[in-house]
């Protein structure tokens, strides 16, 4: 069987297991967040915080309790690293350097999973474990979250309220996250990946040098790290390691795990906006875009533009052997089309069409599946801006689910939308412009720029995978990329929340022979196009210089 053969086998059963899962899961994950009785488990939790579960908030308090529960979350995975020396089972690690404490701790709760450090050389188990780990389950919640309290703002009429935070945030880590990540985490172990909390050992080695290694509970935290979109690896190489990720199996199976609930979240929504078929153009416009981007990548890569890679037939530098450039390919394009930043393959490595094509995902907005959660109420963004433009061109105002799209609404989605091209641009232009930035470059030239470009464009939209090729742990980096992470993660969370907040309060408009149909194929393609339009005319100049420029060297 041919290399090409195999990774359209590759691609289409996971396009098939996904599709099985839709309905299903969907459903599922609709009743859990519309349903009102709570579990033993969930009313202790929520005594235990002082929440009053059956009481609805504002668009502005879930706002704040989101904003309450991160800076908590930030401040206690900061103490962790900072004291982790003199915790049970640190290794003998030491506390982690104030600058990355704050990156990493800004990275796991915005769940951008950004690592400017070798895991199994810098964490303890319990930092692992009871600090990131944990911070893979709730920041993957929150975001789930979010999207529900917007899909309710659709859902809901004359009404001032979406939802309970809190609850949200239980149900969605106790009843979805915690059930997948545990059969992941087993499937894993039957795979290969290791589960321990043992020390260090060491072993001679073939070329007579000593090498040591950490054991780790590798399984638990890589299959939340997927399934939740987070993407921080026990190991440096991450999902390149044998004991993450150990087979060709295994690295479908993380696939499918960092796309599944994203792609069956639009089920939810079409459940709660009582019309299946919104669902289903959701989905089929996050479809549209992923197999365009998943076909480019496989594209340049299998063809490996270059004298060198020709002559051979395909670049395996960067790639890991067992599996091959085609899985490689899949697994980058997954990760950046979602904001997972799980890796295994080196991004750097990538030919100059293939690793523009993965920073074009990212700067889509991560939207096809994208982030549980954020993926789906960035589409939904994406689809009020495409339901205004097509109200300018017929000269009436625009609605969408029977909601008018004013000024008000307009402006909240122009404002999220310009909040990722803001930072991308303003943070890699200081980098380019200050020695601080360009010194920790190792390359020079367009792919040196694509190399910074692709840092703040996976910071800024929550993603964490990196380029490689650049020196990201100084104070430089681990502050700004912070900050990106931080403004990326919950400027676009308020801007969607009042949103959502606007919706709700409005009083349904009838369907009329004006209103355009958004659950048609029309409507799918308006929507790719105008979301593919918007980022090029946004970003073409800085890929111009960076990836494209590359290419045509």
Same mark, same amino acid.
């Given at each position: 069987?041919?290399?090409t053969?195999a990774? =359209?086998?590759f691609?289409?059963s996971?396009l098939?297991?996904?599709?099985?899962?839709y309905?299903?899961?969907g459903?599922?994950m609709?009743?859990?967040?519309?349903?009102t009785?709570?579990?033993?488990?969930?009313?202790?939790?929520y005594r235990?915080?002082?929440?009053?579960a059956?009481?609805?908030?504002?668009?502005?308090?879930?706002?704040?309790?989101v904003?309450?529960?991160?800076v908590l979350?930030?401040?206690?995975l900061?103490?962790?690293q900072?004291?982790?020396?003199?915790l049970?089972l640190s290794?003998?690690?030491?506390?982690v350097?104030?600058?990355?404490?704050?990156?990493? %701790?800004?990275?796991?709760?915005?769940?951008t999973?950004?690592?400017a450090y070798s895991?199994?050389a810098?964490?303890?188990?319990?930092?692992?474990?009871?600090?990131l780990?944990?911070?893979n389950?709730?920041s %993957?919640?929150?975001?789930?979250?979010?999207?529900?309290?917007?899909?309710?703002g659709f859902?809901?009429k004359?009404?001032?309220?979406?939802?309970?935070?809190?609850?949200?945030l239980?149900?969605g880590t106790?009843?979805?996250l915690? *059930?997948?990540?545990f059969v992941?985490a087993l499937l894993l =172990?039957?795979?290969?990946?290791?589960?321990?909390?043992?020390?260090?050992?060491s072993?001679s080695? $073939?070329?007579g040098g000593?090498? @040591?290694?950490?054991?780790?509970a590798a399984a638990?935290?890589?299959?939340?790290?997927?399934?939740?979109?987070?993407?921080?690896?026990?190991?440096?190489?991450n999902? %390149?390691?044998?004991?993450?990720?150990?087979?060709?199996w #295994?690295?479908?199976?993380?696939i499918?795990?960092?796309?599944?609930?994203a792609s069956c979240? &639009?089920r939810t929504?079409?459940?709660?906006?009582?019309?299946?078929?919104?669902g289903? %153009?959701?989905?089929s416009?996050? +479809?549209?875009?992923?197999?365009?981007?998943?076909?480019?990548?496989?594209?340049?890569?299998?063809?490996?533009?270059?004298?060198?890679p020709?002559a051979i037939?395909q670049a395996m530098?960067g790639?890991?052997a067992?599996?091959?450039?085609?899985?490689?390919?899949?697994?980058? #394009?997954?990760?950046?089309?979602t904001?997972?930043?799980s890796?295994?393959?080196?991004h750097?490595?990538?030919?100059?069409?293939?690793?523009g094509?993965l920073?074009?995902?990212?700067?889509?907005g991560?939207?096809?599946?994208?982030?549980?959660?954020?993926?789906?109420y960035?589409?939904?963004?994406?689809?009020?801006i495409t =339901?205004f433009?097509?109200?300018?061109m017929?000269g009436?105002t625009?609605?969408?689910?029977?909601?008018?799209i004013? @000024?008000?609404?307009?402006?909240?989605a122009?404002?999220?939308?310009?909040? #990722?091209?803001?930072?991308v641009?303003?943070?890699?232009?200081?980098?380019?412009?200050?020695?601080?930035g360009?010194s920790?470059?190792?390359? #020079?030239? *367009?792919?040196?720029?694509?190399e910074?470009?692709?840092?703040?464009?996976?910071?800024?939209?929550?993603?964490?995978?990196?380029f490689?090729?650049?020196?990201?742990?100084?104070?430089?980096?681990n502050?700004a990329?912070?900050?990106c992470?931080?403004?990326?993660?919950f400027? *676009?969370?308020?801007? +969607? $929340?009042a949103?959502a907040?606007?919706?709700?309060?409005q009083? &349904?408009?009838?369907?009329?022979?004006?209103t355009?149909?958004?659950?048609?194929?029309?409507?799918?393609?308006?929507?790719?196009? =105008?979301?593919v339009?918007?980022?090029?005319l946004?970003f073409?100049?800085?890929?111009a $210089?960076?990836?494209l420029?590359?290419? $045509?060297?």
């Open positions: 069987m041919s290399a053969t990774g =359209v086998l691609i289409a996971l098939l297991a996904l599709a099985i899962c309905k299903p899961l459903d599922h609709y009743r859990v967040y519309a349903g009785r709570h579990s033993a488990v969930e009313r202790g939790i235990l915080l002082g929440v009053k059956d009481t609805e908030q504002s668009w502005g308090g879930y706002v704040r309790g904003l309450a529960f991160s979350s930030v401040l206690f900061y103490g962790l900072r004291l982790q020396e003199h049970f290794l003998g690690m030491a506390a350097e104030p600058s990355l404490a704050w990156n990493t %701790a800004v990275s796991f709760t915005t769940n999973n950004w690592q895991g199994e810098a964490m303890g188990h319990v930092v692992q474990t009871a600090g780990a944990v911070q389950f709730v %993957a919640a929150v975001g789930m979250a979010v999207a529900i309290a917007m899909v309710r859902a809901r004359k009404s001032d309220t979406l939802g309970n935070f809190w609850v949200d239980v149900r106790l009843r979805i915690l *059930p997948l990540a992941g =172990v039957a795979g290969g990946a290791i589960q321990t909390f043992g020390d260090h050992f072993w080695t $073939l070329a000593e090498q @040591t290694f950490t054991p780790a638990s935290q890589e299959a939340i790290k997927d399934l939740g979109t987070n993407g921080g690896g026990i190991f440096n190489v999902s %390149a390691h044998p004991f993450e990720n150990p087979t060709s #295994t690295n479908w199976l993380t499918f795990l960092l796309t599944v609930i979240m &639009p929504f079409g459940r709660m906006v009582g019309d299946n078929r919104q289903y %153009a959701i989905v416009i996050m +479809a549209v875009i992923a197999v365009i981007s998943i076909g480019v990548t496989n594209w340049a890569e299998l063809s490996a533009h270059g004298t060198v020709q037939g530098e790639r890991e067992r599996f091959g450039v085609s899985n490689s390919g899949m697994f980058a #394009t997954a990760t950046t089309l904001s997972t930043g890796v295994n393959s080196f750097d490595s990538y030919t100059a069409v293939g690793g094509m920073i074009f995902n990212m700067l889509l991560e939207v096809a599946p994208g982030g549980v959660g954020a993926g789906l960035g589409m939904l963004i994406l689809a009020v =339901v433009v097509a109200g300018l017929v009436r625009p609605e969408y689910l029977g909601k008018k004013g @000024t008000r609404e307009i402006k909240l122009s404002m999220y939308f310009l909040v #990722t091209p803001m930072l641009l303003i943070g890699t232009g200081v980098a380019m412009a200050t020695e601080q360009r920790a470059m190792l390359n #020079t030239g *367009p792919h040196g720029l694509s910074v470009l692709y840092a703040f464009t996976s910071a800024s939209n929550n993603n964490g995978s990196a490689a090729g650049l020196g990201a742990n100084t104070t430089f980096y502050t990329l912070g900050l992470m931080v403004f990326g993660r400027l *676009p969370i308020v801007l +969607a $929340l949103l907040g606007s919706l709700a309060r009083v &349904p408009v009838p369907v009329s022979a004006g355009l149909p958004t659950h048609r194929p029309q409507f799918v393609g308006m929507v790719v196009g =105008v979301t339009v918007l980022v090029a946004t073409l100049p800085a890929l $210089l960076g990836p420029a590359e290419g $045509l060297l």
